[in-house]
């Protein structure tokens, strides 16, 4: 496998490799980006993908409980509406799903793949 994204098998404060830490960012979402932040302060690889995790898929996290909760309000107004919403809703967690398997497993063979806009933005804060 090819290690693109991190030069060694060097070990950090954790003990544990760069690209497994990486991986780690991504296993619960942001919740997990935010715990490898707050552990790994030096590898710009394993900051990156924290980053990443917690800005990318934090954003679309945020954005399916929003739309839920509109779901959820609209409810009163229009049922179309409320149906509208729940398909949006579903559809941001399908995004979601397939931006989380694919950082996932970019970080695990250590490559550092973007996201569209959190991936820059990560990347400045890495």
């Given at each position: 496998m090819s290690d693109q994204?991190?030069?060694g098998p060097s070990r950090g404060a954790s003990g544990l490799s760069p690209r497994t830490l990486a991986?780690?960012?991504y296993a619960?979402?942001?919740v997990t980006g935010l715990a490898v932040?707050?552990?790994?302060?030096a590898d710009p690889f394993v900051r990156f993908h924290a980053w990443q995790s917690v800005i990318g898929l934090g954003a679309i996290w945020a954005l399916g409980v929003a739309?839920?909760?509109?779901?959820?309000l609209v409810l009163s107004i229009s049922a179309a509406g409320f149906t509208a919403m729940l398909w949006t809703a579903m559809a941001a967690w399908?995004?979601?799903l397939v931006a989380w398997g694919v950082c996932l497993y970019k970080a695990w063979i250590g490559e550092r793949w973007k996201l569209p806009v959190a991936g820059d933005?990560?990347?400045r804060r890495a």
């Open positions: 994204g991190h030069p991986a780690l960012a619960a979402w942001w932040l707050r552990v790994e302060r739309c839920y909760f509109a779901a959820f399908t995004v979601g933005i990560a990347e």
